[in-house]
């Protein structure tokens, strides 16, 4: 079992979930985290924690198996993050915009 980062997240990248995971299991994309299915030890401190409502066990139907794949491939492409940053100007301008990820999703590692 494992939390999972989804379609939300993207542009809001608010990042409260990285100060309260006791494991360090999230990685930084350009515009998304994700979180490594392997590192997460389910605790679910996270999920309350995401003001985009973003993440979800994977046993929620929200959690896509798609989704999961997806967490598991940049988890292992892309940089770990383990401090807060400062969230983009408009991410509240993104919250709950449906489909970001057809339109939206970037490949690219975040970081500095
Ligand atoms: Fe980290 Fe717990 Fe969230 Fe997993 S469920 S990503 S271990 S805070
Ligand atoms: Fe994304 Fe929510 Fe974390 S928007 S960066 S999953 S707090």
């Not at 542009?11 to 350009?30: N, R, S, T």
């Not at 940089?79 to 993104?94: F, H, L, Q, S, Y």
Request: charged letters at 25%; glycine letters at 6%; proline letters at 11%.
């Amino acid at each position: 079992m494992a939390y999972v980062v989804t379609d939300n997240c993207i542009k809001c990248k608010y990042m409260d979930c990285v100060e309260v995971c006791p494991v360090d299991c999230f990685y930084e994309g350009e515009n998304m985290l994700v979180i490594h299915p392997d590192e997460c030890i389910d605790c679910g401190v996270c999920e309350p924690e995401c003001p985009a409502g973003a993440i979800f066990p994977d046993t929620d139907p929200s959690a896509t198996p798609e989704w999961q794949a997806l967490n598991l491939k940049y988890a292992s492409a892309w940089p770990n993050i383990i401090e807060k940053k400062e969230p983009p100007a408009d991410a509240r301008d993104w919250d709950g915009v449906p489909g970001k990820f057809d339109r939206y999703f970037s490949k690219a590692p975040g970081g500095e």
